[in-house]
């Protein structure tokens, strides 16, 4: 004679619930791959694959439980690392997608130190590489001259132009005739042309001769 099955018909079986923590550590939950960081307090949220994008790097170590790498965690499970937490998201977007991105405000240099920090050859090389173009193209401005005009008498020209400092040189020389002096003696009169570079471009200073000076100098060339 047959045994009667039992009628489950009317039972439901539920899983127990478990908490983010221990999903993060159970084997066979998909959340597993998801890897929790406490950056400086703030906290991000990434996947191991992308930790693990560079295999030389201190993040590739820390997931893989590296016994020479002393890492502590939080209450919540999440790595603590003592870094800047605002330089740390580049560097995370360059592990996700390989390209640099930086947020108006920060400054290549931070950038640089922490991928330093997380030992990123390829982001160390990339941040270098947009330095150098940086400061080239600041070396490469036009150099600015400021330009002043000085009127002067023939005996006073020499020591004019033999004290002149602070970065002025002479430009050009322009006789404008002679002017009557005491003791009934003529005395020459000069206009002389003098420029400096101009280094600090916020003073709002002409770079330009002045209308003046440009045609002082046309003059001078013809005499």
């Keep these: 004679m047959a045994e009667k099955s039992p009628d489950l018909s009317g039972s439901v079986y539920q899983c127990p619930a478990l908490s983010p ?5 159970s084997p066979g939950i998909g959340a597993s791959k998801w890897v929790r960081l406490n950056v400086g307090g703030t906290y991000f949220l990434t996947t191991r694959q992308t930790l693990c994008r560079d295999s030389k790097s201190f993040l590739y170590r820390l997931c ?33 997608h390989g390209k640099l991105v930086l947020n108006r405000g920060l400054a290549e240099e931070g950038v640089l130190e922490e991928a330093e920090f997380y030992n ?13 173009e940086r400061d080239c193209k600041t070396v490469q401005l036009p150099i600015k001259h400021v330009y002043r005009v000085l009127q002067c008498q023939e005996e006073e020209l020499t020591q004019m132009v033999s004290t002149m400092s602070d970065g ?16 009934n003696e003529d005395q020459a009169e000069f206009l002389c042309v003098v420029s400096k570079e101009l280094h600090n471009q916020s003073y709002g ?18 005499m």
Excluded: C, H
């Design 168 to 183: 002025w040189k002479f430009e050009q020389l322009v006789s404008i005739g002679s002017s009557y002096n005491y003791g």
């Design 120 to 132: 990123i050859p390829s982001l160390i090389r990339l941040i270098k590489d947009k330095i150098r």
């Design 205 to 222: 200073t002409s770079s330009e001769p002045s209308e003046k000076a440009k045609i002082l100098q046309e003059q001078g060339s013809r």
């Design 64 to 96: 893989q439980a590296d016994p020479d790498l002393d890492s502590d965690k939080d209450e919540t499970g999440a790595y603590l690392i003592d870094r800047d937490p605002t330089y740390f998201g580049p560097v995370l977007n360059y592990l996700r």
């Design 21 to 25: 923590e221990q999903r993060m550590q």
